[in-house]
């Protein structure tokens, strides 16, 4: 049985300044399973539904099987099962190539798809508004599907972001890869608001104001700080890692914004995929795939024959991804910054593509995870806090000072 927290997530567990002293690792394997079937485990970020629909993914019973058991993709509820996994916080994805229109009506579909398949396969998803939602269907066997706009772009006026939490998002991540009208983005070297627009800073407002946690992940340095500034509550980072290991790559978090972060009370949710983990480990891969694809080229592939072959051979070769030592490398990272109430799992599945690590391929591996934090000295009570104990705590407070909308 899971073990559940109060409303308020005032659960409270001794904290660890440091990363744990490594432990005494032979019965660590079984251990960890256990304990990934005893903890909730809530994920701040699975692709599902924007790749189903690219799927073209329609409203109809025969393709809601898809997300229950599937050879295709990171996540079904059969491995999730495997896996431990109880609440992976459904992304509605939504590209910044897509004027305000047409954000609109996609979030809306994938919204509309969410339900749909918690409607059409209720013995195993329940859409999940709140961390009371999530314990109350995971104790029932199912698996809870909160949900999370990638991309602020469907909010086009203040009002936008109480209708949004009245469909069920429960985050905003503010920008994605281009600067929107809240605010900029880390890929995009416009720097259109040098941070927050007037308008984003009445959004961040408003999203205070309507429970729904402010997500920071994509979101430009100088946003992230105006962010913190501007807002009651304390955000989280759905999918992002830590900047040390990949340096000079503003997606990921600096040391300073760790700070910042647990200043603000915050929780940096690891995104699992090898570009978030290690700078090394990318530039192997880019010369790998150059020099594969040319010799592949000289065959006379070309198209989606090339691509293929071309991450067939890559995938033989395990230098051409990180693995999980790293991803607990960078929890221990961020624990000595800002200690271990302010880390999380954000893996980022159906969303990185053919970058997962070793040890961390789909739902069905968190127990590995949770094996080598135990390795290196992590509590029970820290691994409870990194599954879902720090999420909690924060959208508890996000909704707490929303009146518990």
Known sequence: MKYFFTLLGLVLITSCKVAPKAADTSSNKVKAKALADKFIIADGHVDLPYRLQVKNFRLEKAYTGIPVESREGDFDFVRARQGGLDAPFMSIYIPADRDATEAKLLADTLIRMVEYIAKEKGNYFEVARTPADVQRIAAAGKIALPMGMENGSPITSVEDVAL??????????????????????????????????????????????????????????????????????????????????????????????????????????????????????????????????????????????????????????????????????????????????????????????????????????????????????????????????????????????????
């Open 164 to 405: 949004y939490r009245g469909k069920g998002i429960s985050y905003v991540t503010l920008a994605h890869s281009k600067d929107n009208d809240i605010c900029d983005s880390s890929y995009d070297t416009t720097h259109t608001w040098k941070g927050l627009s007037p308008f984003g800073v009445e959004v961040v407002k408003a999203m205070n104001r309507a429970g729904i946690m402010i997500d920071v992940s994509h979101i430009s340095d100088d946003s992230f700080y105006a962010v913190i500034a501007n807002t009651k509550v304390p955000v989280i980072a759905s999918h992002s890692s830590a900047r040390y290991f990949t340096p000079g790559w503003e997606r990921n978090m600096s040391d300073d914004m760790l700070v910042k972060l647990k200043e603000n009370g915050g929780v940096i949710m690891v995104n699992f995929g090898s570009t978030f983990l290690d700078a090394e480990v990318v530039k192997y891969k880019e010369a790998a795939s150059a020099r594969i694809r040319k010799e592949l080229e000289g065959k006379g592939l070309k198209g989606k024959e090339l691509r293929d072959a071309v991450a067939a051979e890559l995938a033989k070769d395990s230098r051409n991804y990180s693995d999980v030592k790293r991803v607990a490398d960078h929890i221990d990272h961020i624990v000595k910054l800002a200690g271990i109430d302010h880390v999380g799992i954000g893996s980022d599945f159906d969303g990185v593509g053919d970058s997962l690590p070793t040890g961390l391929k789909d739902v069905s591996d968190y127990p590995n995870l949770l094996e080598e934090l135990l390795n290196r000295g992590y509590s029970e009570g820290d691994i409870e806090k990194i599954c879902s104990g720090n999420v909690f705590r924060v959208w508890n407070k996000v909704l707490a000072y929303a009146g518990g909308k």
